[in-house]
């Protein structure tokens, strides 16, 4: 193995930021335990700071930032300026999977179920459902179910009045009740399933990241069928989006109807202890490390590639 000088980006301004710190914290022990030089950057929204922080440049970057800024193309477009590989999809890839609107246009042009869904603008929900009760309102380009409101009653929608903070378009779906399932995907190959049973109404952002909230089934308990079934799905979804190196993808399973609706892919999956992709690839007998080590080693810019 080749000692690099790796700069692991963390934290940044997002809704997800303790998250983020969380992931580039354990990303940075495997990385210095594997025998690289680790340089940990608090991302600030501050583009002077953060060049200043990659000078000189380092070899590499970990890229393990979530959410806005991080997630969506933003870090990855200047990172393929400065001509520094770094982990993870690249701009376009993260781009569309972490717009919900364009991701699920690809997904339904590809084949690939997703909930019935519109686009509303706020004012156009401050009295009127948008769609029959129950249905979900989530932000466009949030993750960790940030901003996310299941609409049973209409104390939840005056819950959602209330609280709403993530601008004035709104992506509605309609709930689908079934089982979580999430697949965990590396390369080219769908690494596993994993089924979440959280003790709250759904996995919130409280279920996914407080210890004991939420039961974690690995693999899932699904028949033999439906498991390869989501598998195929999630690898499909990871490749017309053009992914690369490690993605998530979030299912809901309608066991009556026998039928996989897709919600969501993570192109920076969370490296906490609590995350889902690292207990995914545990299950086949890749520890942390190895995987932090493969990650690394399938970092690059897509520009770079391109001019070969």
Known sequence: MTKKRVAILMGGWSAEREVSLDSGRLVGVALQELGHDVISIDVKRDL??????????????????????????AVQGL?????I??????VEASAIAMNKVLSRRVFEQEGIPV???????KKDVETT?????????????????????????????????KEWEF????????????????????GSQAMGAIEIRPREAFYNYTAK?????????????????????VLALGLKAHQVLGCRSVSRSDFMYDEGQDRFYLLELNTQPGMSPLSLLPEIVAHKGITFNQLISWMLDQARCDQKICAH
């Open 129 to 161: 459902h948008p769609m029959p009760m129950p249905y979900v309102i989530k932000p466009i380009n949030e993750g960790s179910s940030k901003g996310v409101y299941i609409i049973h009653c209409e104390e939840d929608f005056e819950k959602f009045q």
């Open 85 to 90: 590989p770094y982990t993870h999809s690249g």
């Open 48 to 73: 002077s700071h953060l060049m200043t922080a990659l000078t000189p440049k380092p070899d590499v970057v970990f890229n393990a930032l979530h959410g806005v800024g991080g997630e969506d193309g």
């Open 209 to 229: 990241y407080t210890d004991g909230r939420a039961e974690h089934l690995m693999p899932a308990p699904l028949s033999l069928e439906a498991y390869q079934k």
């Open 167 to 186: 601008g004035e378009t709104l992506l509605i779906e309609k709930f689908i009740k079934g089982r979580e399932v999430q697949v965990g995907v590396m």
């Open 79 to 83: 990172l393929e300026i400065l001509g």
């Open 115 to 121: 909930p019935t869904w519109k686009v509303v603008c």
